[in-house]
């Protein structure tokens, strides 16, 4: 499943391709499905979450990924400083600020930093995603799991539990990063308490 933003992360978005950087390698095991599954019950609640992140990821991410950055935005420096001390020797200026999107400036700017968190960022970085397989796997995740939390606990408690899942990860997450200024972005943290809700809730399912 994806996770919040990491250096990796960063890195990965950032730095262009041929760069002498090794990564974390995982394996992911993807759900197919489960059951039983509730009978005469639409979750509303699990679809508008997973629209209003597709719909994010279609007009912001992929839109602003696509732009490349004005060296002259405030920003950028900003940025640049954050991930200098990672950036690989033999890489230069120049080939870094080519690679940059303005995404990366938008996820800089709008993901939750534990060195300067925000209340708004604090919400607002669980719907926003690194990349096509961060959000997919995520929502795969919800779609399956969420439609049977969200029947047993009743629609406007599973998005309040849904929200506060999210938020509590993410607090808890900046408590081991303190005064990090990588951004924190990802529907993570908010799935995981609805998987847990579920194998709480339905531990004989399958």
């Excluded at 002498?20 to 005469?40: E, H, I, R």
């Excluded at 607002?124 to 796997?137: E, N």
């Excluded at 999210?166 to 990090?180: E, L, P």
Aim: net charge neutral.
């Amino acid at each position: 499943e994806g996770k919040k933003s990491s250096t990796f992360d960063i890195l990965y978005y950032s730095l262009p391709e041929g760069s002498k950087v090794s990564y974390p390698a995982c394996a992911m095991f993807l759900p197919t499905g489960d059951s039983p599954n509730p009978k005469n019950f639409t979750p509303w609640v699990t679809y508008a979450l997973i629209g209003l992140n597709i719909a994010i990821y279609l007009f912001i991410t992929i839109p602003l990924s696509r732009q490349g950055v004005d060296s002259r935005n405030p920003l950028l420096a900003e940025y640049l400083d954050t991930i200098r001390s990672s950036v690989p020797p033999g890489v230069t200026l120049r080939q870094v600020i080519q690679s940059i999107s303005n995404y990366d400036l938008y996820l800089f700017s709008h993901g939750f930093k534990p060195g300067a968190p925000q209340p708004w960022d604090l919400l607002f970085s669980m719907f926003l995603h690194g990349g096509l397989a961060h959000i997919f796997g995520n929502m795969l995740f919800l779609f399956i799991y969420g439609d049977n939390v969200e029947h047993r606990v009743g629609r406007f408690r599973y998005l309040v539990l849904y929200l506060l899942t999210g938020v509590a990860a993410t607090v808890f997450f900046s408590v081991f990063a303190r005064g990090s200024m990588i951004p924190m972005v990802g529907a993570s943290g908010a799935i995981s308490g609805v998987l847990g809700l579920y194998f709480l809730l339905f531990p004989r399912n399958e």
